[in-house]
């Protein structure tokens, strides 16, 4: 059985990860890690769960400024995290990955873990080698404290990879009238736009501009359970490797 504790286990993305984990025959739900309730196997912190059970895999769905620290005290702990989380830098990337490596401690780091975004990220992937243009639209419930999302960056990233091309090839100079309405400019130039809303749960959609055409790619999650099939998956596969992962894409 792989022992499973859950971070961030009383939110809304937390308490869906536990019903996955308590329902998979396959884990058992040692610990539940949340600073705002309580109840039967729940602690206050890490540094607590850990003094009580045995973890193997800790899943992180808390807020993105005790991602890192959880993380490194995890892997400090021989524990194998699972982040979910998004608002990681990418200098906070790179430690956590440099630390993996030295400890010999897999760690997973998934921007989004619904199936369904991470195809379009790879269909968006494919698509640039196609445009010169493209901007990115990402749309979360109103409590997301982090913009642009994980899923917006992990998009441009992938869009760009290995090509020094501009995605807002022909611009025109602009002026902005109100400041940021041209959104946010990320790698190679890809403009990335974030709304905050209530009655979204994640939403993006990559725009591909050309003469006379128009490509659209767009992802809607309508329900947290469609992100728990990739969490499953994710645990699954850090406790049977030592690597380090970046993106749900990687273990497909």
Known sequence: MIRVAVCGAC??????????VVADSEMELVAKIDLLCTGENLYKTID??????????????TQPASIFDNAKKCLNLGIRPVIGTTGLTNDQIAELEKLSHKKGVSCLIAPNFTTGAVLMMMFAKQAAKFFD???????????????????????A?????NSDKSFATGNCEEVEIVKGTRGGISYNDIHIHSVRMP???????????????ILKIRHDS???????????????????????????????
């Open 48 to 61: 607590d769960a850990v003094k009580a059970v045995d973890i193997d895999v800790l899943v992180d769905f």
């Open 199 to 213: 009655g979204y749960i994640a939403s993006q959609e990559v725009i591909f501009g050309a003469a006379g055409q």
């Open 133 to 155: 243009n493209a901007e990115i639209i990402e749309l979360h419930h109103n409590q997301k404290k982090d913009a642009p999302s994980g899923t917006a960056i992990k998009t």
């Open 11 to 20: 939110g809304k993305m937390g308490t869906e990860v536990v019903k996955a």
């Open 222 to 252: 309508m329900d947290r359970t469609c992100y728990m099939k990739g969490v499953l998956m994710a645990i699954k596969h850090v406790i049977n490797s030592v690597d380090f992962v970046y993106g749900l894409e990687n273990i497909l």
């Open 157 to 161: 990233q992938l869009m760009g990879i």
